[in-house]
Nanobody, 124 residues
Framework: QVQLVESGGGLVQAGGSLRLSCAASGGTFSNYAMGWFRQAPGKERDFVAAISWRGRTTYYADSVKGRFTISRDNAKKTVYLQMNSLKPEDTAVYYC?????????????????WGQGTAVTVSS
């Protein structure tokens, strides 16, 4: 069983930056690919970014490509999402998730464990 706890959300002006963190416990962190997803009010949960267990492979949603960077520190059992040039449409609750499969996936249905989420609000 893996527990995930996100932090780093908050209120920021458009054009600003935030770094989200997701700390894992209760499992072998390096065995899992990690992903970030987000859910805006009244909308479905969307894929944001994912990273392989060694960090060599990353995927991004087109909407965040070039602005967001996912990274991980297996020694600290933490995955990060650096968000730059934030836009009001980035406002959402951001969730991290762990996936124990062989390949990194962008499908939320493939992820095994989820955090409770951290809210990001971008004001215009």
């Amino acid at each position: 069983q893996v527990q995930l706890v996100e932090s780093g959300g908050g209120l920021v002006q458009a054009g600003g930056s935030l770094r989200l963190s997701c700390a894992a416990s209760g499992g072998t962190f390096s065995n899992y690919a990690m992903g970030w997803f987000r859910q805006a009010p009244g909308k479905e949960r969307d894929f944001v970014a994912a990273i392989s267990w060694r960090g060599r492979t990353t995927y991004y949603a087109d909407s965040v490509k070039g602005r967001f960077t996912i990274s991980r520190d297996n020694a600290k059992k933490t995955v990060y999402l650096q968000m730059n040039s934030l836009k009001p449409e980035d406002t959402a609750v951001y969730y991290c998730a762990a996936e124990g499969g062989v390949r990194v996936t962008t499908s939320g249905a493939e992820y095994d464990y989820w955090g409770q989420g951290t809210a990001v609000t971008v004001s215009s």
